[in-house]
T-cell receptor
Framework: NAGVTQTPKFQVLKTGQSMTLQCAQDMNHNSMYWYRQDPGMGLRLIYYSASEGTTDKGEVPNGYNVSRLNKREFSLRLESAAPSQTSVYFC???????????????FGDGTRLSIL | RKEVEQDPGPFNVPEGATVAFNCTYSNSASQSFFWYRQDCRKEPKLLMSVYSSGNEDGRFTAQLNRASQYISLLIRDSKLSDSATYLCALTHYDMRFGAGTRLTVKP
């Protein structure tokens, strides 16, 4: 029972490099999310996807792009990595969007990204 | 003022103690409320939802006070395995998380 799977688990990049973080869920959830977590800041929403084919900006979208490839997969891309993007990135999914009832989110185990 | 605020702790308590955390929020239109548990370097995991009437799950009790805009989590008979960071979360159009309260339970 995999739940939410993220790859890679660790990555080190140089400033200016690009990379894509992958996320897949097997719970048949409609909504998916990307967060970053920094010390003392809590989880902050980068982008989310209410359903297949739609994506929207969250609280901190600058420097990121996303793709909702199908119902299962939601990827996060850093086009030109900056040291300020060093963080732990979590993907999550839920049956429906917040505001559509009591819908907790289920998280992947995170990607630890360092940008030098 | 942050939208969701938690005392970062750390709370250091002996085994068997009762400990309580509060989480205050600024958006009175917030709809759903949750407590998540996060172990060191791991993902957040849902601990329990929080309802206005209060709800209990074993040693854990959650309360919501809409008038004063806070939620609380009470842990009774603390175990070593309860050591973790506890995040509150609430929803309106999206889900907002507190920065977490760190709990260490000592023998």
């Amino acid at each position: 029972n995999a739940g939410v799977t993220q790859t890679p688990k660790f990555q080190v990049l140089k400033t200016g490099q690009s990379m894509t973080l992958q996320c897949a869920q097997d719970m048949n959830h409609n909504s998916m999310y990307w967060y970053r977590q920094d010390p003392g800041m809590g989880l902050r929403l980068i982008y989310y996807s209410a359903s297949e084919g739609t994506t929207d900006k969250g609280e901190v979208p600058n420097g990121y792009n996303v793709s909702r490839l199908n119902k299962r997969e939601f990827s996060l891309r850093l086009e030109s990595a900056a040291p300020s993007q060093t963080s732990v990135y979590f993907c999550a999914s839920s049956e429906a969007l917040p505001g559509d009832g009591d819908q907790p989110q289920h998280f992947g185990d995170g990607t630890r990204l360092s940008i030098l | 003022r942050k939208e969701v605020e938690q005392d970062p702790g750390p709370f250091n308590v002996p085994e068997g103690a009762t400990v309580a955390f509060n989480c205050t929020y600024s958006n009175s239109a917030s709809q759903s409320f949750f407590w998540y548990r996060q172990d060191c370097r791991k993902e957040p995991k849902l601990l329990m939802s929080v309802y206005s009437s209060g709800n209990e799950d074993g040693r854990f009790t959650a309360q919501l006070n809409r008038a004063s805009q806070y939620i609380s989590l009470l842990i009774r008979d603390s175990k070593l395995s309860d050591s973790a960071t506890y995040l509150c979360a609430l929803t309106h159009y999206d889900m907002r998380f507190g920065a977490g309260t760190r709990l260490t339970v000592k023998p």
